[in-house]
């Protein structure tokens, strides 16, 4: 079907300062010793496009200001706030101790399959932080056990391995679409009210 | 909690014969002028975890054998098969005629939001294709009209655009979880018919 692609003018991409008055998501990544500083860049890319409350760099992730970061970030180190962890597990503490269920993606003995996971304290207030791990090793034993759950993003193939870059993607479109949801049914439910 | 993590040896992953053998998912990928041959191999290991039917490279795309998607992609290109079109259009005119829904990724004036589209003809055998864009210039005008709809990624940051692997993963997955319900909720009446 005819259908006229948006020029990059009616995107309605906000500035820096727009993005900072957003209101919250509800989302936090953690990156648990991330190698690839072109990882961590798209982390930012993926986490400022789907509205990320904070980034939280872990052990050996680069951290800006980096060249890189901001090359495959396209400087979103810039709109989304970040901190630094040294050890992974003091993030994971702090982040527990402000009322966030903390979710390490993994494939676990427990892991839940994520199309069976509906993250529904997001239409409550409830918070979410997400753990990725390290390229080779995933994220830590002693992390995944201080988490509250695992989350698995099922697979199929030969390789049954996403880049982290693509699991940030993947995981943050499913928790964004949830988010999407329950807004759109809160504003269903208002309007209703308001006839 | 604690909750150990799986082996690799426990994963399930199968071999590439095991792979081919496969139940078809119903889901095609083509990827439009993409410029780097890193998202080629990106796209095709994303494609293999999600058991994608097969990749259709198009135009200035790099096509295997090429060191950089095989680096990329861990292999993929051998488990997946693929085809090559010089023009997009082409791939697009056999796949419409061999009953394929075809849906640009692309934001524009009828884009559909993706957390509002459930592809619910996979579940009585529809097949989709999903076209993915150039990095810079996203998918052909002449491509979204030749295609059936327009899905957007709804974004809300400063960039309003994903690394293009980062997309093929995001909306593989939104299709991956749909078809997984569907044969969840199968198995379900089957079982139920069966007692």
Known sequence: MKDRKLLNIEL???S?????????????VVLDNVRSAHNVGSAFRSSDSFKVDRVWLCGICATPPSAEIHKSG????????????KDTMDAVAALKADGY??????????????????????????RYALVFGNEVDGVRQDVVDASDMSLEIPQF???????????VGVVLWHFTAARLRAQRSFDNDHKTQAE
């Open 12 to 14: 309605g991409r906000v």
């Open 16 to 28: 820096v300062e727009e993005y900072k008055a957003l209101p919250d998501s509800g989302i936090v």
């Open 74 to 85: 396209l400087g979103a180190e810039d709109s989304v706030p970040w901190s630094y962890a």
């Open 101 to 126: 269920t903390v979710i390490s993606v993994e494939q676990t003995v427990n892991s839940v399959s994520m199309e069976s996971f509906v993250p529904s304290a997001l239409a409550e207030g409830g």
């Open 157 to 167: 193939g030969t390789k049954h391995s996403l880049n982290v870059s693509v699991a």
